[in-house]
């Protein structure tokens, strides 16, 4: 069974539980946890197996003299890295390793996991003086396709942190790109000082999986300051990092919101996961960022999120709401079970499910822009009747920036709604939409029907959750969170393929079309590489249908394939019949039509008024 308390501050009796538990994993080298959780999410036991060449270090290793072997290992993570190449896995022995400073990962394809059977722990709850910015784990922008497997990640600025050139400064880095490809599996990841899992501008495709997070904030708890829920400490926190996956997590204990993909994060997928007393929020699909994060050449009104979808997760005793949508467009909230939201401070003014204003700092009025075409169906919102008994909540305000002609709005039009139940033991649910325009204050059910003319098939029944929060009630058959183990079909699909260009420092746009209509989009951001380089894309939530897809990229030609059908699954490109499907190649073009791709070409192209001329067009 699950903790299901009303949300409150951690107890002397549970900090002892985790002197306990830690104790526990000193003694053994096996991974145990503060917390019960159910099959399904958290960590998986240590059974995968290591690599006949890896690289060994243990805490009774020595650097001197060490050669990496299991039976002369090194005693440092940090050195083992130093004599790593690309492909290399770092195989850590039971017991603690306190580096001092963070765990760098400066190589693409690198493997840091515990041995099989055993459990390695990385602590960096006490640091060197001036490393109190350093990681548990820090992957800087080129160690792409990376994996941290079955370890355990104890404190740091952040437990783990994907690493952007950002902010580096474009004279040195005129490409912008991040650690990308990395996944996190099986591990423990705990009392980080500030956020647990960082995720920075253009770090793409991180997948973090089957792992316990917990504990953020821990720097901010002494704090005279300090508010529960408002320490800007997350569990994950994505800024503008494209493809997130996030599954079958246990994450418990944050100090403010447990989840969310913002910055203009395109194609974020959060399932099957277990989120317990987060004192923010459980998922925000958006939320509020700085405007200098976004790339403005994707996404010029500056969207917090993009085509996120949030499935199958089970949320229980939030501060604030279990999902808030903040400037997202086109976002899929589906089959989760919300419990206990809302509990305290700022909450009062929100919901379980609720559409945010992202204020942007406070000074981006032209931006901040309102969530656009939700789809939001087969949840179940359960809340005692000591709580707010309000549903949803459509904020609108003109306080943000103090001008009555700078009005912000949580939503454009309506929500798409259907099958929800809620519930409210002696209460009657109520839907409130604060826009001037479409005002409605505290309504029943059967008024939000009418105002949003949508949320058809909800209705308000006690879903009589069993211990396991699995509906008992047959009305709500097929709602809410199914189980951690459930595989939801998707009514959406991906499209998948490779395109080869020059020039891989400048960013390719993969559009699918109807008509003059952009239906979905995806970049495949600039990275370092050879002239020529070859680069998959994804292009998630893809509604059945005949589509035109467009590949370009300044000074290429582009690659537009017509009557692309997406049918009942995903549809990958690299398995087509014809070659130049499977790999789309952008070359620069034989412009002048001598049979070569030479200089003349190239003096063609760079006149302005030829850009992107002679596109290539192929009917499938």
């Known amino acids: 069974m699950f903790m299901n308390k009303v949300l409150k501050k951690p107890s002397k009796t549970l900090a002892f539980v985790f002197i306990a538990a830690a104790a526990l994993v000193l003694l053994s080298g096996v991974y145990s946890s503060a917390f019960a959780a159910p099959a399904g999410v958290g960590p998986r036991p240590n059974n995968y197996d290591d690599p006949p060449n890896g690289i060994y270090v243990s805490p009774d290793g020595n650097d001197v003299g060490a050669t990496g072997s299991i039976d002369r290992p090194y005693k440092s993570i940090n050195t083992a890295l130093s004599n790593a190449n690309p492909g290399d896995t770092i195989i850590l022995r039971s017991g ?3 580096e001092m400073q963070n765990v760098r990962i400066n190589v693409p ?13 990385i602590d960096l709850t006490v640091y060197n003086p001036g490393n109190d910015q350093h990681s548990g784990v820090y992957y800087r922008p080129d160690a792409s396709g990376c994996k941290l497997q079955s370890v355990e990640v104890r404190g740091g600025f952040y437990a783990v942190c994907m690493e952007t050139t950002w902010e580096w400064g474009i004279q040195w880095y005129p490409t912008r790109y991040g650690a990308s490809d990395i996944i996190i599996e099986d591990c423990i990841l705990r009392d980080s000082r500030n956020d647990t899992v960082k995720v920075k501008p253009n770090c793409n495709n991180i997948t973090i999986r089957y792992n ?8 901010h708890l002494g704090s005279p300051s300090f508010v529960w829920g408002e320490c800007n400490a997350e569990g994950i926190d994505n800024v503008n ?3 997130m996956v996030v599954q079958n997590n246990y994450i418990h204990d944050i100090c403010s919101t447990a989840i969310y993909a913002k910055g203009g994060a395109m194609d974020a997928l959060i399932e099957n996961n277990l989120i317990e007393r987060a004192y923010a929020a459980g998922v925000m699909v958006g939320f509020d960022t700085s405007p200098q994060y976004f790339n403005t050449d994707t996404n010029p009104l500056y969207y917090e999120n993009f085509r996120g979808i949030v499935r199958n997760n089970l949320i229980i005793d939030m501060g604030w709401e279990g999902i ?6 086109d976002a899929q909230v589906y089959n989760n079970t919300i419990v206990n939201a809302c509990t305290y401070g700022v909450s009062k003014y929100h919901s379980p499910i609720y559409f945010g204003i992202a204020t942007q700092d406070w000074s981006n009025p032209t931006g901040c822009p309102p969530s656009i075409n939700p789809h939001i169906h087969h949840n179940i919102v359960s809340q005692p009747s000591t709580y707010n008994n309000r549903m949803i909540d459509i904020r609108y305000s003109t306080e943000v920036y103090r001008d009555p002609d700078v009005p912000l709005a949580g939503l454009s039009g309506m929500p798409t709604m259907h099958d929800n139940c809620y519930y409210v033991p002696g209460r009657s649910a109520t839907f409130t939409d604060n826009r001037p325009g479409s005002f409605l204050q505290s309504a029943s059910l059967a008024a939000w029907k009418a105002h949003t003319n949508s949320d058809n098939g909800s209705f308000e029944a006690n879903p009589a959750l069993n211990a396991n929060y699995l509906p008992t009630n047959p009305l709500c058959t097929g709602m809410g969170f199914l189980g951690f183990s459930t595989t939801l079909v998707d009514d959406v699909f991906d499209v998948k393929g490779s395109v080869l260009s020059y020039n891989p420092q400048n960013r390719t746009l993969v559009q699918l079309m109807q008509g003059n209509v952009e239906k979905k989009r995806t970049e495949i951001p600039g990275a ?6 070859k680069q998959d894309f994804t292009i998630k939530g893809v509604e059945p249908g005949t589509y035109t897809l467009v590949v370009s990229k300044d000074l290429h030609v582009s690659f537009t ?11 990958d490109l690299t398995e087509h019949v014809n ?4 790999c789309i190649t952008l070359p620069y073009g034989d412009l002048n039509g001598d049979g070569e791709i030479n200089q003349a070409d190239l003096n063609i192209l760079w006149q302005p008024a030829n850009y992107n001329k002679g596109p290539i067009v192929i009917d499938n």
């Open 96 to 98: 603690i390793y306190r």
């Open 528 to 533: 370092p590489g050879p002239i020529q380089l």
């Open 324 to 329: 808030g949508l903040y400037a997202a467009k």
């Open 579 to 582: 070659a130049a499907v499977r």
């Open 241 to 243: 990092g494209h493809n």
């Open 561 to 571: 394939i017509n009557n692309l059908e997406v049918g009942d699954k995903d549809l």
């Open 212 to 219: 316990e997070i917990f504990d953020s904030g821990r720097e």
């Open 109 to 121: 394809n690198i493997t840091i996991k515990s041995r099989k059977g055993e459990w390695g722990i």
